[in-house]
């Protein structure tokens, strides 16, 4: 039976966290001289911004409890999904002994926070397809791999991972498992939040950052066993999620309409734009997507690149990437904004022929 205590740092089992003012008191008065606030006001205006903000996020944790179908004790809230990667590296890692396993082509901040903290990277690459291969994982695990990060779908390839495979890796990992489901909801494959109860091994991470559209409030979500949310709760900045983005959020969180009508026209032009990739002769591979960008492979990127930038387009070159020689990634925009992509390829098709 997995015991998330035998994976926490000794040291952080123990750990006395700070406590604020607002964990000291929690109830409501008519004057509160017990956190150092400026109590004149803020000179950023707004009602309450000289107050530090709730440190728990409890509305919010609400409502995503609600939207998500995952208790509140369950959900961790991160200044990004990016500081829940670093936090968990932090919780379980020994620096200079323990090791973390990733797949690699995958999202780069599991390499940087390892870095970071001075703990050692394993890689087993994905297939030919971008996707693990289960007996190599397996084999390369050893006492000190306490993390394996799955990306799905996986940045930069676009895929979802095999469900099975997944399954198979969280029931036989003796550690965490970090499924980072960033980019959930352009996809129809469910998230891996609704099966926590059965894998306490299992930690889900989303962000409100790509589909929800608020990359700059900087609000992620780690979703796991009230004991794993806890340890992170422990081991966290007290006020990490600040009063703007608590305040945004919370409004936004009630447009479920308006973020369903976002996505029914991302997919859309998602549909258009690996169509029109596919049509395409200088673009020898489209890798299927289930994400908001589409991963392409041409004959020459750095020439495509440095083309497109000339016209005013920015994409990601992947190149150096394993597995993505020649590989492009490629943002689904407006659709005006695709329609000056596809243009722009158009006029590179007819200068390089
Ligand atoms: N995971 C993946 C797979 C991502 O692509 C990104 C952002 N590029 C993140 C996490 C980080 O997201 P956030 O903005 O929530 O820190």
């Known amino acids: 039976m997995f015991s998330i205590e035998t994976f926490i740092r000794p040291h952080l089992l123990s750990l006395k966290p700070y406590s604020s003012a607002r964990d000291e008191f929690e109830g409501e008065a008519s004057v509160y001289l017990d956190a150092n606030e400026n109590n004149l006001g803020s000179l950023a205006g707004g009602t309450d911004y000289n107050r530090y903000p709730d440190p728990y996020q409890k509305t919010i944790k609400e409502k995503l409890s609600k939207l998500k179908g995952v208790k509140p004790e369950q959900i961790f809230i991160g200044n990004g999904s990016d500081e ?92 965490l498992v970090v499924v ?20 306490p091994n299992l930690v889900v991470l989303q962000t409100l950052s790509k ?13 796991g066993s009230p004991e794993i949310i806890g340890y992170l709760n422990k081991i966290k900045p007290p ?10 959020v919370s409004a936004a969180l009630d447009k479920t309409a308006q973020l369903h009508d976002m996505l029914a026209v991302i997919k859309n032009e998602r549909d258009r734009l690996v169509e029109a990739f596919a049509a395409f002769p200088l673009i020898e591979k489209v890798f ?19 083309y497109l930038l000339e016209r005013g387009v920015v994409v990601r070159n992947r190149s150096t990437q394993p597995g993505c020689a020649n590989c492009l990634r490629i943002t689904i925009g407006t659709p005006a904004e695709n329609d000056h992509l596809l243009e722009a390829l158009q006029t590179y098709a007819a200068q390089a022929t």
């Open 288 to 306: 299927p997507s289930d994400a908001n960008f589409v991963l392409v492979q041409v004959p020459n990127a750095n020439a495509l690149y440095g």
């Open 84 to 175: 829940a990667i670093d936090l968990l590296v932090r919780l379980v890692c020994e620096p200079g002994r323990d090791e973390v396993l990733l797949l690699p082509p995958t999202y780069g901040m599991y390499e940087v926070s390892a870095n970071i903290h001075n703990i050692g990277i394993q890689r087993v690459p994905l297939d030919e397809h971008f996707q693990p291969v289960f007996e190599k994982i397996t084999a390369e695990q050893t006492e000190q791999t306490k993390i394996l990060f799955l990306c799905s779908p996986n940045n930069p390839t676009g895929n979802i991972l095999e469900p099975a495979t997944v399954e198979k890796l969280i029931t036989s990992f003796n550690g």
């Open 239 to 248: 006020y990490n999620i600040n009063a703007v983005t608590q305040e945004l």
């Open 180 to 199: 980072d489901e960033a980019y959930i909801d352009f996809t129809q494959s469910p998230s891996w939040s609704t099966r926590l109860e059965e894998f």
């Open 211 to 223: 589909a929800w559209g608020m990359a700059g409030l900087r609000l992620g979500m780690a979703f």
